[in-house]
C-alpha cells in the first residue's frame, strides 16, 4: 500500500472542500507514516481521534453545502457519512482495546472508502453546486 495522498483527480471544483479533502489525506497519511508505531495505541488512537473529529468537520461543511442548494443526492449522501463515523468508532474503541494488529488493515480501509466516496459519491454534487455558481 502506497502512502495516501491527494491528486487531481480528487477534485470536487470546490476550493473549500478540495482543501478539506487534501487534509483528510494529509491525516491519513500522518497515519499510514505512524503504522511502524502499531504498538503505542495512545500515539495511533489520538491519529484516528484527530481523523474523526476531522470527519464531523468537512461532513458537517459538505451537508451543508448540499441541504443549501437542496441537492438531490442529500439524504443518501449523508447516511454514507454516517456509514464512515461508525466504522472509524470501531476502529477507535478496537485500539483502546488494544487491537493494534488492525492498524494497516483501518489504514487500507479508511484510505479505499475516501478515494471511492471522493470519486464517485462527491462527484455526484460537484456539477450540481458548480452549477449553482459554487466554485
Given at each position: ?45 489520538a491519529?484516528?481521534w ?36 461508525e ?49
Open positions: 500500500m502506497l502512502r495516501p495522498a491527494w491528486q487531481e483527480k480528487f477534485s470536487v471544483n470546490v476550493r473549500v472542500l478540495d482543501e478539506q479533502h487534501k487534509k483528510f489525506f494529509d491525516i491519513l497519511g500522518n497515519l499510514y507514516d505512524s503504522r511502524e508505531r502499531v504498538s503505542d495505541t495512545s500515539f495511533l488512537g491519529r484516528v484527530e481523523l474523526a473529529m476531522y470527519a464531523v468537520v468537512h461532513f458537517d461543511t459538505e451537508e451543508l453545502m448540499m441541504s443549501e442548494y437542496s441537492f438531490p443526492g442529500y439524504e443518501e449522501h449523508r447516511k454514507e457519512h454516517e456509514a464512515f463515523k466504522k472509524v468508532e470501531i476502529f477507535r474503541k478496537d485500539l483502546e482495546m488494544g487491537q493494534t494488529a488492525l492498524a494497516l488493515d483501518m489504514i487500507t480501509f479508511l484510505t479505499g472508502w475516501l478515494e471511492h466516496h471522493i470519486l464517485n459519491v462527491d462527484q455526484q454534487y460537484s456539477l450540481f453546486l458548480n452549477g449553482k455558481g459554487i466554485r
